[in-house]
């Protein structure tokens, strides 16, 4: 089993038809400005992809028992995805206001005061059937709950599982950057698998080569149009993005989150410590292209809609 771990909550985005420049007002529905609500959250999304490729997926998370934390674990739960780890409170789902640009790339503005999931406590051990953690994004900024989610990564690595993050950076829900980023460098020892954006690596300011020898057994760098690469300490392989009809990105790199930890799972049984840096080229080609052919499917839809297994081919 694979365990998710962060936040679940509601992206509203623009409704089709809707101009970029007037995504950020919500009006009567087919009408400029109009925004959808649509289940997601960087873990959200990863588990729910992982359960549509077909990988046995746990979401751990503290949900709203609000209509909108019901709709989340009911999405979740059409896909397969286990929700038993998930703990629930009464409090409101936490929003976030996507506003696409002309290219299609999104970002945010989100509302997180008093929401749910900042409240998430450390849960008990985890299932023995667990094979891999994968944590990140908004989980890991916002307290208490994040120094929860970093007590987690810390707790599992140290027992043996495999972890992966993805930091995911929201800048405007950061404080203090650099603590931040010290705090990032403190979590590397404690990572299997590290995924971030290019451009997350220049907001953190340091040198993926230098990351990969600080822990992790493989760093995996999203390029955008210019496809992924992934450094490890026997060598560094890039692939080309899959060409695709871009609607939006919302999703796409919790898309290739879940993708790479698929097929490393299932096509190369390397869910385990040390286990990466067994990997050569031609294993890490094929990785990184399944998941630049999944993140390719989920670009041409609107909204964070991963792709199921039968969508991606082998």
């Known amino acids: 089993m694979i365990v998710v771990a962060g936040e679940a909550l509601i992206d509203l985005v623009p409704a089709p038809g809707t101009a970029p420049d007037t995504a950020g007002s919500a009006t009567e529905p087919g009408s400029p400005g109009a925004l959808l609500p649509r289940r997601g959250g960087g873990p959200y999304n990863t588990a729910l992809a ?20 019901t709709d989340l674990l009911r999405g979740l739960r059409a896909d397969g995805v286990d929700t038993t780890l998930v703990q629930r409170g009464p409090e409101p789902t936490t929003l976030a206001v996507a506003e696409i640009g002309e290219d299609g790339s999104a970002g945010y503005r989100f509302y997180v005061e008093g929401t749910a999931d900042r409240l998430f406590e450390l849960p008990g051990p985890l299932p023995g059937d667990v094979r891999a953690l994968s944590l990140g994004t908004c989980s890991l900024v916002l307290e208490p709950g994040a120094g929860a989610y970093e007590a987690l990564l810390r707790r599992e690595s140290a027992r043996g599982v495999f972890t992966t993050l993805d930091p995911n950076i929201r800048a405007d829900l950061i404080t203090d950057p650099d603590a931040y980023r010290e705090r990032f460098r403190s979590w590397l020892p404690y990572v299997g698998l590290l995924k971030l954006s290019a451009e997350d690596a220049a907001w953190l300011g340091g040198d993926p080569a230098e990351w990969a020898a600080a822990g992790p057994g493989a760093v995996v760098v999203t390029r955008g149009g210019e496809g992924l690469t992934v450094l490890t300490r026997s060598g560094t392989w890039s692939v080309p993005a899959e060409r695709a009809d871009v609607v939006d990105t919302i999703g796409a790199g919790d898309t ?59």
């Open 256 to 314: 290739v989150n879940a993708a790479l930890l698929h097929r490393l799972a299932t096509r190369h049984d390397a869910l385990a410590p040390g286990a990466l840096e067994k990997l050569g080229a031609e294993a890490w080609r094929d990785v990184l292209g399944y998941a630049a052919r999944a993140a390719a499917v989920t670009c041409s839809r609107r909204g964070a809609q991963p792709p199921y297994a039968s969508e991606i081919g082998d």
């Open 50 to 69: 992982l359960g549509r490729l077909g990988s046995r997926t746990a979401f751990c998370s503290r949900v709203s028992s609000d209509r909108f934390g």
